[in-house]
């Protein structure tokens, strides 16, 4: 049965004036019956005082404490372990160590016990097989911000260095290679459950700063959303996210305000006491479902023992979101996996415009040591983001009739989505997204054209479109599926050369190959069944496939990209005949030598 | 075709105060309504325009002498 589970989290800070306020939020859960999970930071461990309250409350409660890698700060930092880094995923590995080291130690003298829970806003993959390797205790940790990186660095004024674009939204099996990235089985995977920082906007993630549209009350006051204590796009947002629970079994929703922002005075919240109301009324929501079956509030360790009951490593997951800031036609289909990261964005018919190819295994750990320092955004293949929009980053497809064509970016669109394999009977997971019969006018015609996507655990996307029998079979309908590319972390273009662009016959013959130069290379070549990218700089190779069973298409197109426009591009052009559907594989891969 | 290209020059104005360069809506012909394509913005034609014109005042803004003492 589809279950939704949340978590409450607060964070016990030492500075004197958020005190009363973390005792607040305490009370304010526990007068409700609702447990919570309370993580603590390095300066509040040096607390005696404040840790003998923390202790008293907690000693005989349903409720967990754990540790929190923020508010490293002052001199806990720098007298005792000679850093002033305050982020610890970016402290020098043998600072890193010693500081969590130092942190379960106060913790287990302050409390009697290791941790079982920790939270961060980021946790790369050494600092997790660490705590897994030295601290066998800690069996779930907060590890990343959905899409907290290139847009929200922008947004607030180039001034937070956390940098997260890539990751997956909710909890997940972290790869012990590259923490971003979800495991593909038990070998790769950190035995810690993975848990994000909040859940986001899965738009708003997309087309804003999704830090101001999440599961955080006070961060509405900041996107000045609310109506003074009320806010109607938090309770669609809730909702939605019980909804995911029917599509993959299961959902999570985390709670998590520290007590700075519910403190009077915080420079988002203009009235506190409108501030503190919406979060007891966001409490209150959660009590209302507990009351009623429809949510489980738990402790961390308790969501996380079971998802891991309830989910293994290399299980896909699906999320469908509707645009509930403005509450219109927007929606747009996210799917992770352990080879891949898609967004299918309807607001432009369905295309692919964010995609992170997990195959490279591209090393994500940040930190002096490392080449990436602070950036552990993980790379992408397309952003239409980041890099000029749909039309120019990402899979999309066009529909031409003798001379007349038109992009099928060029309309939005609904989508259905259907699970095609139920998770007891195929515990990976895997969907239908049926995008409907959407009406073209071209070529002095007017036709239907109907999409289907099928996304799994596996790296295979499969495409099929059908143009409805109705159309004059006589006239030269053409199916165009494009995939536009680039490869970086930054909204800046990275350096194309050396990617290699190749088609391929339905035997296997190379038919083209263009190795990038910044030279406007191109090719058309007829009868390719495969065109393909390889990517080094990510170690993926992502390639568009005719399906074996159907006809060979009449075209492929490779283009490299060029300095003024950054993008390679490949395409792969199929004849249409009413009433058959012609179906394309977009598929990736790890890069071999 | 109309559908080949934005159906209405109408610029975005949720990206025109982002100071994104013009991004012109797009036209549903199911409802009526113009979207933008890069954000969510989406409205009806007069709200657009209304809301594009009220985004370039902003321009004008600051202190002037007609300010009420």
Redesign the interface.
């Known amino acids: 049965m589809a279950q939704f589970h949340a978590n409450i989290i607060h964070r016990a800070d030492s500075a004197a004036r958020v005190q009363p306020v973390f005792d607040y939020q305490w009370r304010a859960a526990r007068e409700r019956g609702l447990v919570s999970t309370t993580l603590v930071t390095l300066p509040a461990l040096l607390d005696e005082r404040l840790c003998e309250s923390i202790r008293a409350r907690w000693e005989g409660s349903r409720d967990e404490l754990g540790l929190h890698c923020h508010e490293m700060k002052g001199p806990a930092l720098t007298e005792r372990h000679g850093t002033r880094e305050t982020a610890l995923w970016l402290m020098p590995r043998t600072t890193r160590a010693a500081v969590l080291d130092d942190m379960v130690d106060l913790f287990v003298r302050r409390f009697g016990r290791p941790p079982a829970a920790v939270g961060s806003y980021l946790l790369d993959a050494w600092t997790l097989a660490y705590l897994e390797r030295r601290h066998p205790s800690v069996r779930v940790a907060i590890t990343n911000c959905f899409e907290e990186g290139v847009k929200m660095f922008r947004g607030n004024n180039q001034n937070w260095h956390l940098f997260s674009d890539g990751g997956p939204w909710g909890p997940f099996w972290p790869s012990r290679d590259t923490a971003l990235k979800p495991a593909g089985d038990v070998a790769e995977a950190i035995d810690i459950v993975a848990l994000p920082h909040l859940n986001r906007d899965m738009i708003l993630a997309l087309a804003s700063r999704d830090d101001l549209f999440a599961s955080h009350p006070l961060n509405l006051f900041r996107a000045k959303i609310n109506e003074g204590a009320d806010s109607p796009y938090l309770w669609r947002f809730l909702q939605q996210w019980e909804d995911q629970a029917v599509l993959n079994g299961w959902s999570y929703l985390s709670l998590f305000v520290s007590s700075p922002w519910l403190t009077p005075g915080h420079w988002a919240v203009p009235d506190m006491a409108h501030g503190r109301r919406l979060y007891e009324k966001t409490l209150d929501w959660l009590v209302e479902h507990q009351t009623a079956g429809r949510v489980r509030v738990d402790t961390m360790s308790g969501f996380g023992a079971t998802f891991r009951a309830q989910v293994a490593p290399g299980d896909a997951q699906i999320c469908q979101w509707r645009d509930e800031l403005r509450q219109a036609k927007r929606e747009t289909i996210w799917v992770v996996n352990s080879h891949y990261r898609a967004a299918l964005d309807f607001n432009v018919g369905g295309a692919i415009t964010d995609l992170r190819a997990y195959d490279g295994r591209v090393d994500g750990n940040m930190g002096p040591e490392c080449p990436r320092l602070a950036n552990g955004n993980y790379p992408y293949l397309a952003a239409a983001e980041l890099r000029g929009g749909a039309y120019q980053n990402g899979h999309h497809a066009e529909l031409a009739c003798g001379d007349a064509r038109v992009s099928l970016l060029n309309r939005r669109g609904h989508a259905t989505v259907r699970n095609v394999a139920p998770r007891d009977a195929a515990a990976a997971g895997a969907w239908e997204i049926d995008g409907g019969e959407v009406t073209w006018e071209l070529g002095g015609q007017r036709v239907v054209l109907r999409t289907r996507w099928r996304v799994d655990a596996s790296g295979d996307i499969r495409v099929e479109r059908t143009l409805e029998p109705a159309a004059d079979p006589s006239l030269d309908w053409r199916l165009t599926e494009v995939f536009v590319g680039s490869w970086g972390t930054w909204d800046l273009p990275e350096d194309l050369r050396g990617i290699t662009l190749g088609a391929w016959d339905a035997a296997g013959g190379e038919l083209a190959r263009i190795v990038s130069a910044y030279a406007s290379q191109s090719a058309t070549v007829a009868g390719a069944a495969r065109v393909s990218v390889a990517v080094p700089p990510i170690g993926v190779t992502l390639s568009l496939v005719a399906d074996p069973a159907g006809p060979v298409p009449t075209a492929g197109h490779l283009a490299e990209g060029t300095l003024f426009a950054p993008v390679y591009r490949l395409s792969l052009t199929h004849r249409l005949t009413p009433g058959i559907p012609v179906i394309t594989w977009l598929k990736l891969a790890p890069l071999t030598p | ?5 934005p159906a209405h020059p109408l610029i975005c104005p949720s990206c025109f105060a982002r100071e994104i360069d013009p991004i012109f809506l ?1 036209h ?1 012909p199911d ?1 009526g ?1 113009y ?1 933008c ?6 409205a009806t034609e007069r709200a657009a325009v209304k809301a594009f014109l009220d985004d370039l005042m902003r321009h004008k803004h600051g202190i002037t002498r007609d300010e009420p003492k």
């Open positions: 075709m109309a559908e080949t290209r797009h549903d409802d309504h979207y394509t890069k954000c969510t913005y989406v």
